[in-house]
Nanobody
Framework: VQLQASGGGLVQAGGSLRLSCAAS????????MGWFRQAPGKEREFVAA????????RYADFVKGRFTISRDNARNTVYLQMNSPKPEDTAVYYC?????????????????????WGQGTQVTVSS
């Protein structure tokens, strides 16, 4: 499975941005999809995840109410809608695919769960 993330860029605080992650290759399985991010000098951290169907989602506390993860399985694409971003959201955002799942478990909050990773897209939020 190959993942291609796009949509990053420069956005003003309080604005909005939508990231996309298109999957290609072996996409007949509906993988659990996650977004992670890594800021300079920091560890990679979990942002959001969606179950195979897209019905169940989970968010890191610091993005709850601002970011929304969604997926279009017909297009093999997952999205991260970023509303009201803050300067502290500046990071490289990565999408990842892990084993299929109906619910989002604690294990899926860890990067260890995911087998496939996109190349990352830079998001910079200006104040």
């Amino acid at each position: 499975v190959q993942l291609q993330a796009s949509g990053g860029g420069l956005v003003q605080a309080g604005g909005s941005l939508r990231l996309s992650c298109a999957a290609s290759g072996r996409t007949n399985s509906n993988y659990v999809m996650g977004w992670f991010r890594q800021a300079p000098g920091k560890e990679r951290e979990f942002v959001a995840a969606t179950s195979s169907s897209g019905i169940n989602t989970r968010y890191a506390d610091f993005v709850k109410g601002r970011f929304t993860i969604s997926r279009d399985n017909a297009r093999n694409t997952v999205y991260l809608q970023m509303n009201s971003p803050k300067p502290e959201d500046t990071a490289v955002y990565y999408c990842a695919a892990g084993r299929p799942g109906t619910f989002i478990t604690v294990a899926m909050l860890s990067s260890d769960y995911y087998d496939y990773w996109g190349q990352g897209t830079q998001v910079t939020v200006s104040s």
